[in-house]
Structure formats: C-alpha cells, structure tokens
C-alpha cells in the first residue's frame, strides 16, 4: 500500500530561523517519485520538486533544501531563514502507476507559520 | 509556462442550481485531473482524462459530471449538489498519464459554496 505520513501538523517559528519539514513514505513499488508542494492561503498547489526512486542526491534551490534517504524512507524539507512568505501549507507526495495511471498519495500536510 | 487556470474563482450555487467549473491549460499535456479539497485536509482525485477520455473516476457521485471538450479544456458539471459538497475544486495537468509518473501541475482552484 502506498501511504504518506507528514507527523508535524502545524509549525510555528520566527522569521529567519531554519525549519525541518519531514515526510515518511511507504511502498512496495520500486520506480517512485516523491514531490512537494506549497499550498499558500490563496489554495493554489505550487510544485516545488520531484525526486525519482534512483537519485538519492540531496538537492538544494535558494533558501530550500531536500534530504532523501530511501533507508529510512523520508524526504524531507529545509527551509533555511525562514521568511514570512513561506508561510503556507506543505504537502509531501508520492506518485506511482495505478491502474496503468499516474496517481498521487498526499500526505496530511504541515502548515508552516512564519512570524515576523 | 506551467500554468493552469480556472474559473470561477469563487462559487456561490444554491441545491436545485446547475453551474459548471472550467480549467484551461496551454503546455500540450494530454492529462488533465479534477480534486476535491475540504479545509486542512490533502486534495482527493476525484476523475482522471487522458487524451480527453475518461479513464478514472474515484466513485464520484453523478451529480458531477466532468467533461473534456478538448485537450485544452476540462469542466465540472454540477447540478442537484449538498452543503457538504463545499470545498476547494482544484483542477491539474500533466503530460501524460498512462504508465509513467508526470509532475502535475495545479490551478489556483474555485472554492465552492453549496447553501
């Protein structure tokens, strides 16, 4: 079965501080990709990024971080200094082939509060 | 340009009105997807189009009733809806759906009220 978990409901932190989002995954599938997204108040899903089963490199844009570890099954979310525009709710993501289609598992989500 | 639109932004329907959501996307892609979103909850597939055919629908209710004209082109009939069918309607693209893994790229949404 293909499961997400994203333990963290909410977090709250003051703006410039680093914050850790994590997401756990499950599946028995061996070709798998895993996303974030951001979902501002606004309600659009915005696609931050898409890590495949076989590239375990850590990845790094601007102030967002990845770390990918199949061992233990996480893909988790750095945001270093933090700002108030980060404030939104993140959703972590695995997709895998259903039914000969492409179907994402959400996580529950983290909203992600910044103060200024 | 990995955008998708969607009107309305905000919906207003009564029980007995009919009303329709549309979703346009112009990146070519042949995949096309309507969600559900409930307030502090991940969205739910509702239905799938790939090279505008049916190919999932998530035991959706009949009174939504999807409709792809063309591969731009995606609508939500709704007609007969109940309070608790108020949610974030979220429409998305890929490029394809059929036995590969695509990022799919989301509209801003139209939140609907059902009174």
């Known amino acids: 079965a293909q499961k997400v978990t994203q333990a963290q409901t909410e977090i709250s932190v003051v703006e410039k501080e680093d914050v850790t989002l994590d997401c756990v995954y499950e599946t028995r599938d061996t070709t798998y990709y895993l996303f974030w997204y951001k979902q501002p108040p606004s309600g659009e899903l915005v696609f931050l990024i898409r890590?495949?089963?076989?590239?375990?490199q850590n990845e790094i844009s601007g102030r967002y971080s990845w770390n990918f570890q199949k061992s233990t099954s996480s893909f988790n979310f750095t945001i270093t200094a933090s700002q108030v525009v980060d404030s939104a709710v993140y959703f972590c993501a695995l997709s895998g082939i259903k039914n000969n289609f492409n179907k994402f598992y959400f996580g529950s989500g983290t909203k992600l509060n910044v103060k200024p | 340009d990995t955008e998708v639109t969607q009107t309305p932004k905000h919906l207003v329907m009564g029980m007995t009105n009919k009303k329709s959501l549309k979703c346009e996307q112009h990146m070519g892609h042949r995949a096309m997807y309507w969600y559900k979103q409930k307030a502090k909850k991940p969205p739910e597939l509702m239905f799938v189009y790939s090279y505008e055919k049916l190919s999932i629908n998530e035991s959706v209710p009949s009174r939504f009733s999807p409709e792809c004209p063309n591969s731009s082109l995606l609508n939500l009939h709704l007609h007969a809806l109940q309070p608790e069918d108020s949610a974030l309607y979220l429409c998305a693209s890929s490029q394809d759906s059929g036995g590969r893994i695509d990022t799919q790229y989301f509209g801003p949404g139209t939140r609907l009220t059902v009174l």
């Open positions: 890590r495949n089963s076989f590239d375990e």
